[in-house]
Structures are given as structure tokens and as C-alpha cells.
């Protein structure tokens, strides 16, 4: 994680987000880019008023200060106010920039809101060709020590493992692999913890710990294991834009990120 990105609107989510990047980036020295995107109808902010422009960059240049002030002095930091929305930043600044991660503050906006008013966080986890991380509220980064990664167990994910266990190496932490048993996807005990076994096997996993459970749904086992148990992050993939089945759908990885309390990374493997 050499260079971490940040989209910021100043809000108390995105201001969590700041402290989490900055927390991460002092573990190796990363570099921290955070933008503000003004968007402007149409894309047409050379014919806008420019007294209205130049009050928007003033007020983006104050907030600016308010958070290098928080910093305290972090020497690997850079602020950028681009003019665009935010999803189509993040797109054009994770492949400029070689950005490595996306950290992202969420308010957990349940989905009847998303519907209507939408999510920019859940917007960029669907579509980000790099990893986003997802916060409620900032947290130590070298306090995560336990990573869950919640499975179906396939075997088509080397992609998506590879960057799982960079992730884990990062943190130096041990990786809970949690398979949930549900009605239409039922393992017996013993088929559990052989799929289990192979699982980390055909993937070389190292310091390990599995789980199985008994619930109604995969995305409900997976919250209450991530809220009950003491988890420091989850991991976990989405197939958004692949249609590959072996993967998370959108739906479970939203509804994750907006009713688990730790940080929450995501992935979506192309």
C-alpha cells in the first residue's frame, strides 16, 4: 500500500477516513492523496460564475488546512481539488496515480435510502479496479491483528486471494475464514471442514484460524460473526462488474459495509 487515496466532502465520515489512511499510511511510509470533488452540472465550469467558483475553491482551501492541521505534519500527504464527480475522480485518479487503496468513510445508509439518494462509497466498491476500504469510525491500524474473510470456498480466486494475503501480510494478522452453512447451500460438519481445509491449502494460506456456522443467510452469518467475535477488519469480493458467480454479490458486500462496525475491504476481482 504505497499510495492510498482519500475523496473527501469534509463530512464527520470522510474526516474517520482521513484518520484511517493516515493510520495505515504510517505503518510503511505510504503517501496520502486527498481530493475534493466539486461537480458542476454538465462538466461546464469554465462558463460557471466565477465569483461562485472562486467562493467553492476558497472554502475547499480552508477546509484543506483543517486537516493537514490534523496530520500532524505528515510529510508524505498532498491535497488536490478537481472538478468532476466523485466516482469518475476516483476512476481517473486510481490509474494517474498508481493508487494502491481507496479509503472511504460510510454513514451505514440502509438500502431504501441507497435506492433513492445513493451511495458514493457503495457506488466506487462496485465499480474501483483497486481495493476500497470502507469506515465507520477510524481505528489504530496496527491494532488489526484478526482479518476476517468470510467464503464460499471456490477455487477461482487466486486473483482475489493474491491480494487478500498482501493485505494480511500488511497488517501481520491472522485470517479467520468463515464459511456460512444456509439452507440452500448446506454442508454437513465434516464437509465443511474438509472444503474448509482444501480451501487454505490450494491457496498456501498461513496463520489461519476456520470457521463454520449455521445461519438463514450468508450476509447475516457474516455480520454477526464480524460483531460478535473480535474482528478487526473484513475482507471481502465482490463480482460487480464480472457476473462470476464464485464471488460475493454486490448486494451482501453493501450489506456488510452498512452493519458491520470495523473497517471493511473490499474487492472487486475483474
Not at 469506515?135 to 486473483?159: F, G, Q, R, V
Request: hydrophobic fraction near 45%; glycine fraction near 4%; aromatic fraction near 8%.
Amino acid at each position: 500500500m504505497r499510495r492510498i487515496l482519500v475523496p473527501t466532502d469534509f463530512s464527520e465520515p470522510s474526516m474517520e477516513a482521513f484518520k484511517m489512511a493516515l493510520s495505515i499510511a504510517a505503518i510503511n511510509n505510504s503517501e496520502v492523496i486527498v481530493f475534493h470533488a466539486i461537480y458542476i452540472p454538465g462538466g461546464a465550469h469554465l462558463s460557471y460564475d466565477p465569483l461562485l467558483l472562486a467562493e467553492f475553491e476558497k472554502d475547499t482551501e480552508k477546509e484543506f488546512e483543517k486537516m493537514k492541521k490534523l496530520s500532524e505534519n505528515y510529510k508524505k500527504l498532498h491535497f488536490e481539488m478537481v472538478y468532476d464527480d466523485v466516482l469518475s475522480a476516483v476512476t481517473h485518479m486510481t490509474k494517474k496515480k498508481k493508487i494502491d487503496l481507496v479509503v472511504m468513510g460510510t454513514t451505514g445508509i440502509s438500502r431504501v435510502q441507497e435506492m433513492i439518494i445513493g451511495s458514493n462509497t457503495e457506488k466506487i466498491v462496485r465499480n474501483s479496479n483497486v481495493p476500497v476500504m470502507a469506515i465507520h469510525e477510524a481505528i489504530e491500524a496496527d491494532t488489526i491483528k484478526n482479518i476476517l474473510l468470510p467464503t464460499n470456498l471456490s477455487l477461482k480466486l487466486t486473483k482475489f486471494i493474491h491480494k487478500v494475503k498482501e493485505v494480511q501480510e500488511f497488517f501481520d494478522a491472522t485470517l479467520n475464514i468463515l464459511l456460512v452453512n444456509t439452507p440452500s447451500l448446506f454442508n454437513s460438519d465434516a464437509e465443511a471442514s474438509s472444503a474448509l481445509e482444501e480451501f487454505v491449502k490450494h491457496y498456501k494460506i498461513n496463520n489461519y484460524a476456520l470457521h463454520f456456522r449455521n445461519y438463514r443467510s450468508e450476509e447475516k452469518g457474516i455480520i454477526d460473526f464480524a460483531n460478535n467475535e473480535p474482528m478487526d477488519m473484513v475482507v471481502i469480493g465482490t463480482h460487480a462488474r464480472s457476473g462470476l458467480a464464485h464471488l460475493f454479490h454486490k448486494s451482501i458486500t453493501e450489506g456488510v459495509i452498512d452493519q458491520i462496525k470495523c473497517p471493511v475491504w473490499t474487492y472487486a476481482a475483474l
